[in-house]
């Protein structure tokens, strides 16, 4: 199995990132997945989860109205559309295979003019 993130980097406040996990090893569109962050010095915590078959979302307050969170099963990939960005966006954010509880190994969203 194996979750590998990307399209993190440098933004200034009010820019844009989409986040990508292209999963593999498992059969992706039977399952639910999710997006995570940690910032520096806190825990970690949810940001959003897509289900599997009617691809219902769910946000953290914090996301909701400017983070879409969207998956392509044809290409195993999950998506994390983030707009608005705000530094306190900032952190590591991880894709989660929420059946299996495993982790992907994150990638560094830093916002800061």
């Known amino acids: 199995v194996r979750l590998v993130e990307s399209g993190g980097g440098l933004v200034q406040p009010g820019g844009s990132l989409r986040l990508s996990c292209a999963a593999s090893?498992?059969?992706?569109?039977?399952?639910?997945m999710s997006w995570y962050r940690q910032a520096p010095g806190k825990e970690r915590e949810l940001v959003a989860l897509?289900?599997?078959?009617?691809?219902?979302?769910t946000y953290a307050d914090s996301a909701k109205g400017r983070f879409t969170i969207s998956r392509d099963n044809a290409k195993n990939t999950v998506y994390l559309q983030m707009n608005s960005l705000k530094p306190e966006d900032t952190g590591v954010y991880y894709c989660?295979?929420?059946?299996?509880?495993?982790w992907g190994q994150g990638t560094q969203v830093t916002v800061s003019s």
């Open positions: 989660y295979w929420n059946s299996q509880r495993y």
């Open positions: 090893g498992f059969t992706f569109s039977s399952y639910a």
């Open positions: 897509i289900s599997s078959v009617t691809g219902t979302t």
